[in-house]
């Protein structure tokens, strides 16, 4: 049951609902924001204002945000190939895996999701913020696509 305060279109869907379960999704005309998401870029804005007194840049807040999806769809991904130890082989995953392959001088470096955050920031490039989006999302696709494969294949 909806809070009287919430909003409604005009078929009942909610308008803004929270979601503490995954990757940001648009379906049905209702937005869902990804609360851990969210607290990131929070996180990051008041770390930022308190310790150096001034409000971080507008592209560091982006990299967060994109990258906070980003990782919320691999992770998911991962859980679903690993239902078990999902959050473990994440976590093993980013330290390991994702963390020194971006630092690869080499093409493979660009399926790095922490390479295309660093960039979106702008330290490495700073005209650099377009194709670093589009990378982090068909990367973000391509991990939920293997999730979703996986839940159809569990739930046949």
Known sequence: RLPEAAAVNDTGVPTSTVCVCGPCVMAGGTFTVN????????????????GIGTMPSGRSMLAF????????AVSAGIGTIV???GMALSIVYFIVVDLPVGWIPAAVHSISVTR???????????????EPLITLAVISFLWLAIGLLRLRKLEA
């Open 83 to 85: 239902p078990r130890h």
């Open 35 to 50: 609360v851990a998401t969210a607290l990131v870029v929070l996180g990051w804005l008041l770390a930022t204002k308190i």
């Open 65 to 72: 945000g994109a990258g906070g999806l980003a990782i919320s």
């Open 116 to 130: 295309q955050v660093r960039l979106i920031t702008g330290h490495d490039d700073p005209a650099a913020i377009g």
